[in-house]
């Protein structure tokens, strides 16, 4: 990242942070998310989502990190329905703040997650796009991401369904690390 942006894990400190973020991005994102509630918006609903965001950090079963400028969020990428063998798969996702948009960040933040899914033992790891959404489906492929097919009508978003392009990409070909 560059000397003034840091990638690091979301703690329930970041509640207060995480909704400033949401707030000053509420327009900007909303085309690419699901039907919000007003709760979403408020400090007691960001401190239960950061609350359930650390506990799936602990379970083993998503990684979220934030994309920091000294005490301000502008960014999110994580891994999310991390699924041991046979899978050993993940889906990713990320926003960047509006005001931070063509610098690089998510392309930064997706290669450090694909790196820590190939040191976790993960062998595969999609993610999908809106069809217009050319700026992301740039950032899949510079991080090595195959574009695989579209799901039709796959979203509910923007008070509509909407298809979605989507990517992959294979870390490894070696066999599974199995559980003891």
């Known amino acids: 990242m560059s000397d003034s942006i840091v990638l690091r894990a979301v703690t ?22 699901p039907p919000r509630p007003a709760s979403f918006f408020t400090l007691d609903g960001q401190r239960e989502r950061v609350r359930s965001l650390v506990r799936q950090n602990q379970d083993g079963k998503l990684i979220s990190l934030l994309l920091t400028r000294g005490a301000t969020v502008v960014g999110y990428a ?79 978003l923007n008070g509509a369904w909407q298809d979605s392009h989507l990517y992959e990409r294979i870390l490894s070909d070696q066999p599974p690390i199995l559980a003891q």
Request: contains cysteine.
């Open 78 to 156: 994580s891994l999310s329905a991390i699924t041991p063998a046979p899978l050993c798969g993940a889906n990713l996702g990320y926003w960047v703040d509006a005001a931070e948009q063509g610098r690089g960040l998510a392309g930064t933040a997706v290669g450090a997650l694909l790196r820590t899914a190939g040191e976790r033992g993960l062998h595969r790891v999609e993610a999908g796009t809106a069809p217009a959404n050319v700026a992301s489906q740039k950032v899949l492929l510079r991080n090595g991401f195959a574009h695989y097919g579209t799901a039709h009508s796959h979203l509910y």
């Open 12 to 33: 329930e400190d970041d509640t207060a942070v995480l909704l400033d973020a949401h707030l000053r991005n509420r327009e900007h994102l909303a085309p690419h998310e």
